[in-house]
Every structure is written in C-alpha cells, then in structure tokens.
C-alpha cells in the first residue's frame, strides 16, 4: 500500500513556508524525497534513513520518526522554482524498491 | 553520459503493435530500475536490475511486459500487443549501488500512448 501524503495541493505566496507529510502503515526503513515538474524527470531532493534523523539542503530539510511510520519535507522561504509534484518514495527493508506516495502538488506564486 | 537517457521520449503505437523502450543509465551505475507513472500519479515499480540480473519482476502488470539488461548498462523494456491502459510515462532510474543509501536518479521518461 502506497504511503500517504498530506496535504494533496498546496499554494504558497513567494516567501511562505510549507510542509509536506508522508504517512505509511507498513514500518519504514528509508524514505526519498523527490520533486517533479510536468513532464520533467523526478529530482532528488534527499534520502532519509531510519534512525529519526533530520537533514538540510539550504532552504528545504526533512525530518524522519521512525516510530510514526512518518517522514515530513519542510520549506521555508519558498522560491517560484519550487513549485512542482513532491513524491516520497518509502522503502520497507534495506531493498531499494521505492513506492511512492499518493504526491502533493506544490504552487508557488509572486 | 550526465543522465539516465531514454529513448524514445514519445511513442505512439496502435493497439496490438508492439514497443521497445531503450534506457542508458549513468555510466557504471550497477542498480536499475523501471518504474510507470499514469497521468497524475506517483510511479510504480516495475523491475529492478542489479548489472545483468534481474532480480525483481513483481511489479510487470502482466507477461506482455518484458525487462532486459543483457551486458548490464542499456536496458530495454518491451510491450508485446499493446493496450490502451498500457498508456503512461515509463521511467527508467538508476543507483551507483544497490544499499538503500544511495541515491536513484530518473530519466526524463518514454511516453506512450496506444491508439
């Protein structure tokens, strides 16, 4: 079953911050961020791996809880460029089939 | 190459023809992967090679569907007779290795349409 995600659109002032959630009922042992444009090829954004971790990639971290069966993406200062579809893409053993979650589709304007 | 390159980028094929999709991964990537993604939705897994072997076809929707990667760069995906719910972009992806650690990197995608 796909991971969900939450919430499934959002539109965002340039400069607003956003953040992206995904939820799975099977336990996580990784999860990737990705972000796509239409028509375009999915762009990683960032691997989490169990352990609870959080990580930072200038404007845009994740964080990942491990007992929630949980990771979240978070987007402070928004830029025009962001906007797209952001997939996580859960693996549930040390295996790297990714299923992907349900997306959310991401508008940023001036 | 800087990408994972697949060709080609639009197809269009008639009910029943059948369709050879070629993806070159980044050069010494030993994972990869074919993913389908149906309009408005996340992709969908469907094989996995890691260099020559495949190791996981769970997720080809029926035995119309055929994954290959004889040498363990290029690989092609065929669809015999195809079908209309055959339409979708598929997604060629590609890991320098196989721990979950590591980063997959997708192609631009094939998209197909069968009339």
């Known amino acids: 079953q796909q991971p969900v995600q939450s919430p499934q659109a959002v539109i965002l002032r340039e400069g607003e911050d956003a953040v992206i959630n995904c939820s799975s009922s099977k336990a996580l042992y990784s999860v990737h961020w990705y972000r796509q444009k239409h028509g375009e090829a999915p762009v990683f954004l960032m691997i989490l791996l169990k352990g609870g971790e959080q990580k930072g990639h200038e404007k845009i971290s994740a964080s990942f809880n491990e007992k929630k069966q949980q990771s979240s993406l978070y987007l402070t200062a928004s830029q025009l460029s962001y906007s797209g579809t952001y997939f996580c893409?859960?693996?549930?053993?040390?295996?790297?089939?990714?299923?992907f979650g349900t997306g959310t589709r991401l508008l940023v304007s001036p | 190459g800087a990408g994972v390159s697949q060709s080609p980028r639009y197809k269009v094929a008639k009910r029943g023809q059948d369709v050879a999709l070629r993806c070159d991964p980044i050069s010494g990537h030993v994972s990869l992967f074919w993913y389908q993604q149906a309009l408005g939705q996340g992709p969908e897994f469907l094989t996995y090679?890691?260099?020559?072997?495949?190791?996981?076809k769970s997720g080809l929707p029926s035995d119309r569907f055929f994954a290959e990667r004889p040498e363990g760069s290029v690989s092609t995906l065929k669809i015999q007779r195809t079908q209309q719910e055959d339409s979708a972009v598929y997604l060629c992806?590609?890991?320098?290795?196989f721990g979950v650690g590591n980063t997959i990197y997708f192609g631009e995608g094939s998209w197909l349409t069968v009339v």
């Open positions: 893409g859960a693996t549930h053993t040390g295996f790297q089939k990714l299923v």
């Open positions: 992806a590609s890991s320098l290795d």
């Open positions: 090679f890691q260099n020559e072997a495949q190791l996981d």
